[in-house]
């Protein structure tokens, strides 16, 4: 599968279980569908750019730091506008980085040569 859409996919998927993690956060229990939304949005704008660092930089301990900094980066940022709860965002959105990081890298394929 090609990279970038191999990042998106797996971004929404553990993107929307990244949100589904909200659950164990009894304060935002009655928030969880716009967390789960928030959070597959993030997850694929998260895979998109994983996902196109994979198709330039051919390197999986690189594309780990990359998919790790912008699942961190993207928490972050949704961390910021919550005032709070850094820790339970920032982990979840960091790990999906991660995997999607390893994912994009080591799954994925590069653009395919065009046959005459």
Partial sequence: MNKVVLGLVLGAILGAVDGMSAWFTPAVRTQIVGIVIGST??????????????RKVQSLALGIVFGLGVG????FIVAQMQHGFYFQ??????????????????????PQPQRP
Wanted: no cysteine.
């Fill in 41 to 54: 949005f993030k997850g694929i704008i998260a895979g998109i750019l994983i996902g196109v660092f994979a």
């Fill in 72 to 75: 961190l980066l993207l928490a």
């Fill in 89 to 110: 965002i920032m982990l979840p959105g960091g790990m999906v980085g991660l995997i999607v990081g390893y994912a994009t890298q080591r799954y994925g394929h590069g």
